[in-house]
């Protein structure tokens, strides 16, 4: 029998093919989506992976096997099924492994409205349901099983896109665009038609087998290629997607990457310009520059654990205008609170295409503070590396401690952030200070009690 707890995670299913999953168990999983969301109609899209279609169709036969009538808007990326989802008001599935490599793939599930399925939405009833037909056999299909039918929604999502932020309006700008193979090479040729956009695109061809490099720009070495392509021909800017083109990643015009935390900065005083007071929701390793721009503009930053599904039900909560990541997850209550890399990138462009200046320039005002960046340490004992971390600063003048996501520990002119990770045997160290040589120092002082 399929060892479940291995594919099924924090958020979404995710497991080699076909030695973790196949399309007998996709089957089952869409056979339990529908009894979980009690839907009469769902939709599902998938990336470019060669396992997606047969994932894809396979979880189709399983839904309709339950009565649901299932809408197949076939290849697209993630945030374009949460558009389907949204627009449609159908619980979604989007059949994608995101940036993992070619042989992995997984399934990211919404209810109706792109509202999150993760382990206390819904996650762990499908995965205990499916563990009961694995070990009994499979339900049988209803007397009247649904209808399977295709609909294309690319120009749907790219207009509804467009509606949200203006480009028509912009100076023209030279954009190199890598897509790493993945779906952004299938949204951003129909979202920026008709802009005033000269588009160099990089890796566009879909192939899930990413022949050039991982479709994962959160690793420096994936958007080596990007810097290049930017320096050489001169570009206004760079743009980066992962595999399912949910995420975005910034370059400037010097190639020198952006970070996330500075682009939530800048989306959120262009969505508080829109409404001013509204809140803007950050997760706890975001750089001290996110709250700061976002009282600047008038509006209330709340703070939240790390993780979409954290992220979505704080946006919901609050009634928040935004949300952003240092992961570079950017959620927009005009896209029912979910994440959209294109829709972030569209205000970037906007907000460089409506001034002069370069974007290094306009960055600036949002990027304040020196980083560490994300740094792992493998460890055997997460929670007593934590209990050492927490016992070193406890009681220090001036230090500030804080559980809401792993251990937090603020002071003056720096704070650091150490979690553990849900997926593997790794504490995950983020630091920040006013200078660098204060970054060093805290970075060194924490990994010598982690890693000693």
Same mark, same amino acid.
């Given at each position: 029998?399929?060892?479940? !707890?291995?594919?099924?995670?924090? #958020?979404?299913?995710?497991?080699?093919?076909?030695?973790?999953?196949?399309?007998?168990?996709?089957?089952?999983?869409?056979?339990?989506?529908?009894?979980?969301?009690?839907?009469?109609?769902?939709?599902?899209?998938?990336?470019?992976?060669?396992?997606?279609?047969?994932?894809?169709?396979?979880?189709?036969?399983?839904?309709?096997?339950?009565?649901?009538?299932?809408?197949?808007?076939?290849?697209?990326?993630?945030?374009?099924?949460? #558009?389907?989802?949204?627009?449609?008001?159908?619980?979604?599935?989007?059949?994608?492994?995101?940036?993992?490599?070619?042989?992995?793939?997984?399934?990211?599930?919404?209810?109706?409205?792109?509202?999150?399925? *993760?382990?206390?939405?819904?996650?762990?009833?499908?995965?205990?349901?499916?563990?009961?037909?694995?070990?009994?056999?499979?339900?049988?299909?209803?007397?009247?099983?649904?209808?399977?039918?295709?609909?294309?929604?690319?120009?749907?999502?790219?207009?509804?896109?467009?509606?949200?932020?203006?480009?028509?309006?912009?100076?023209?700008?030279?954009?190199?665009?890598?897509?790493?193979?993945?779906?952004?090479?299938?949204?951003?040729?129909?979202?920026?038609? *008709?802009?005033?956009?000269?588009?160099?695109?990089?890796?566009?061809?879909?192939?899930?087998?990413?022949?050039?490099? /991982?479709?994962?720009?959160?690793?420096?070495?994936?958007?080596?290629?990007?810097?290049?392509?930017?320096?050489?021909?001169?570009?206004?800017?760079?743009?980066?997607?992962?595999?399912?083109?949910?995420?975005?990643?910034?370059?400037?015009?010097?190639?020198?990457?952006?970070?996330?935390?500075?682009?939530?900065?800048?989306?959120? !005083?262009?969505?508080?310009?829109?409404?001013?007071?509204? $809140?803007?929701?950050?997760?706890?390793?975001?750089?001290?520059?996110?709250?700061?721009?976002?009282? /600047?503009?008038?509006?209330?930053?709340?703070?939240?654990?790390?993780?979409?599904?954290?992220?979505?039900?704080?946006?919901?909560?609050?009634?928040?205008?935004?949300?952003?990541?240092?992961?570079?997850?950017? #959620?927009?209550?005009?896209?029912?609170?979910?994440? $959209?890399?294109?829709?972030?990138?569209?205000?970037?462009?906007?907000?460089?295409?409506?001034?002069?200046?370069?974007?290094?320039?306009?960055?600036?005002?949002?990027?304040?503070?020196?980083?560490?960046?994300?740094?792992?340490?493998?460890?055997?004992?997460?929670?007593?590396?934590?209990?050492?971390?927490?016992?070193? #600063?406890?009681?220090?003048?001036?230090?500030?401690?804080?559980?809401?996501?792993?251990?937090?520990?603020?002071?003056?002119?720096?704070?650091?952030?150490?979690?553990?990770?849900?997926? /593997?045997?790794?504490?995950?160290?983020?630091?920040?200070?006013?200078?660098?040589?204060?970054?060093?120092?805290?970075?060194?002082?924490?990994?010598?009690?982690?890693?000693?």
């Amino acid at each position: 029998m399929a060892d479940l !707890s291995q594919i099924v995670k924090a #958020y979404d299913v995710r497991g080699v093919v076909p030695d973790q999953w196949d399309e007998g168990l996709a089957e089952l999983f869409g056979a339990a989506f529908v009894q979980v969301t009690e839907a009469d109609g769902i939709v599902i899209g998938h990336d470019m992976r060669p396992s997606s279609p047969g994932l894809s169709r396979a979880f189709a036969r399983g839904a309709a096997g339950r009565g649901a009538d299932v809408t197949e808007i076939g290849l697209c990326s993630t945030d374009e099924l949460y #558009y389907a989802s949204g627009a449609l008001d159908l619980p979604g599935a989007m059949f994608t492994a995101s940036h993992n490599p070619a042989q992995y793939n997984g399934i990211k599930m919404c209810r109706a409205g792109a509202a999150p399925v *993760g382990q206390d939405t819904g996650l762990a009833d499908i995965r205990a349901l499916v563990e009961g037909w694995l070990e009994n056999g499979a339900p049988e299909p209803v007397a009247e099983t649904g209808s399977v039918t295709q609909r294309d929604v690319l120009g749907d999502y790219a207009a509804h896109l467009r509606s949200l932020v203006d480009l028509v309006h912009i100076r023209p700008l030279k954009v190199v665009v890598d897509a790493g193979n993945g779906m952004g090479g299938h949204t951003v040729p129909t979202v920026f038609q *008709g802009l005033p956009v000269e588009l160099d695109p990089m890796y566009f061809e879909l192939d899930g087998t990413f022949p050039n490099h /991982e479709a994962n720009p959160l690793d420096p070495k994936n958007i080596v290629d990007l810097q290049a392509r930017v320096r050489e021909t001169g570009a206004d800017i760079g743009l980066a997607f992962d595999g399912d083109a949910d995420r975005c990643f910034v370059v400037d015009e010097n190639g020198d990457p952006v970070s996330p935390s500075a682009i939530t900065a800048l989306v959120a !005083s262009r969505e508080l310009a829109k409404e001013p007071g509204a $809140t803007v929701i950050h997760n706890c390793i975001t750089s001290w520059s996110v709250p700061e721009v976002v009282k /600047e503009s008038g509006g209330r930053p709340v703070r939240t654990r790390v993780g979409h599904s954290f992220i979505k039900a704080e946006m919901a909560r609050t009634g928040a205008i935004f949300g952003g990541e240092h992961s570079a997850h950017y #959620y927009f209550r005009d896209f029912w609170n979910a994440d $959209t890399g294109m829709l972030a990138a569209m205000h970037v462009l906007a907000a460089l295409g409506g001034q002069d200046g370069p974007l290094s320039g306009l960055v600036a005002q949002y990027d304040r503070y020196a980083a560490s960046g994300e740094i792992n340490s493998t460890v055997d004992d997460q929670a007593g590396r934590l209990a050492a971390i927490k016992a070193a #600063y406890e009681g220090r003048e001036g230090v500030e401690l804080d559980e809401l996501d792993g251990l937090t520990v603020t002071a003056t002119d720096w704070w650091f952030n150490l979690r553990p990770s849900n997926t /593997e045997p790794l504490l995950r160290l983020n630091a920040e200070g006013r200078d660098a040589a204060t970054v060093d120092r805290v970075r060194d002082e924490v990994l010598a009690i982690v890693r000693g």
